[in-house]
């Protein structure tokens, strides 16, 4: 199996080879699994538990002072499944390919997405507060007045652009998955681009995408579906993350980063910003 993993797309990280070194794990993980759904599940689960990241234990806090989580995944064949805002649920992707497996929809949101979550074993109301989220928290003064004062608030504050993914292949399948906790400050129930089929994450016969960055930007442009397309216009990995990235800096004065991986298991990689860490492992 062949995987290819990023841990969001910004600013330079604190510890940053720790944090490479849990991507490594993540993406030997992945290569370990029995096929390409059950590898981007399992690269991304350990993500999630990594605190350093923002998705599950890591993830970033809204306006109201509640951490929600989203998560999307699909496959080359077209079966796709997303979850979004759920408080208290660490392994978001575990729900969207509950999402995809076991339902007829594509979306589930908010509190039905949670007690889902629970119908399928996947741990819910669990504490996701970090001592680097409670200082951070600790740090504002955001009203608790109601949505309109929020908003004025969010205005000033509203910063941030991390995400996990992965995408893998066996070689003849491909699959994609990618995980936030969403952007810092957000208005309390933002969705960004994650659980978005074609913005945040997208996967088609020639491969797969994970995109991470400012999720509004990402989803104007359906920036997932960009690089796969590029791929079925028969472009390498590496060539359609670097053609995606390149629209994307035409269109927009933000930050975004994108990893492809085709069905052959060739990936590539492509970011605007300072930094964007990634790892890969093939079993």
């Known amino acids: 199996m ?3 993993v990023h841990g969001g797309a910004g600013t330079q990280p604190e510890q940053p080879s720790e944090r490479l070194s849990v991507l490594e794990t993540a993406a030997s993980r992945g290569s370990e699994a029995a096929s390409p759904v059950d590898a981007v ?4 689960r350990w993500l999630e538990s990594a605190p350093a990241f923002n998705a599950g234990v890591g993830s970033v806090v809204q306006s109201d002072g509640t951490i929600r989580t989203d998560a999307g995944i699909m496959t080359g064949h077209g079966s796709a499944g997303a979850a979004c805002s759920m408080p208290g649920v660490e392994h978001a992707v575990e729900v969207a390919r509950a999402v995809m497996t076991s339902t007829p ?3 589930i949101s908010g509190e039905h997405a949670v007690d889902l979550a629970a119908s399928f074993g996947v741990n819910t109301r669990v504490d996701l507060w970090t001592e680097r989220t409670r200082r951070r928290w600790n740090e504002v003064d955001p009203p608790m007045t109601g949505t ?7 205005q000033d504050h509203f910063t ?3 995400t996990v993914g992965a995408v893998a292949s066996d070689g003849e399948r491909a699959a994609t998955a990618t995980s936030t906790g969403g952007r810092w400050f957000a208005l309390a129930g933002r969705v960004g681009d994650v659980p978005q089929i074609g913005a945040g994450f997208y996967a088609s016969e020639a491969g797969g995408a994970s995109a991470t960055g400012a999720g509004e930007d990402i989803a104007r442009e359906t920036l997932a579906r960009r690089a796969v397309r590029h791929l079925e216009e028969g472009a390498g990995p590496q060539t ?3 053609r995606t990235i390149a629209e994307f800096e035409n269109s927009h004065d933000s930050v975004a980063g994108v990893i492809v991986m085709d069905t052959d298991g060739d990936a590539g990689r492509a970011h605007c910003g300072e930094s964007m860490q990634t790892a890969r492992d093939s079993f």
């Open 41 to 44: 599940v399992a690269a991304v």
């Open 160 to 162: 941030g652009h991390d």
């Open 240 to 242: 359609a993350a670097d």
């Open 105 to 107: 929809h594509v979306l």
């Open 148 to 154: 309109a004062d929020q908003l004025a608030w969010v």
């Open 2 to 4: 062949d995987v290819i």
